[in-house]
């Protein structure tokens, strides 16, 4: 994703390079955009109070169908 993609309150999900693009890493989390730089996104994931900077390409657009359930993932095996 690329720095003019992005925007406030645009849902995210940021994965790590060690995913290699895989959507179901473990390791990726799904946030919603508060702020840019020139150079970074900020980006509250999950139930975080703070946002954090983070490179645009490591993020794509969160498609998950249902309205905030971005906040409430399912537990494993679900």
Known sequence: M???????GMRVLYIP???QGERMHP????????SK???HVFVRYG???HS???LPALLVP??????????YPLPPGR
């Open 47 to 49: 139930t975080d109070s």
């Open 52 to 54: 954090n900077a983070t």
């Open 27 to 34: 390791d990726c989390q799904r946030g919603m955009v508060t």
């Open 17 to 19: 390079p060690h995913a």
């Open 62 to 71: 969160d498609d998950q169908p249902a309205p905030f359930a971005w906040r």
């Open 37 to 39: 730089t020139a150079t």
């Open 2 to 8: 690329t720095l003019d993609e992005c925007h406030e």
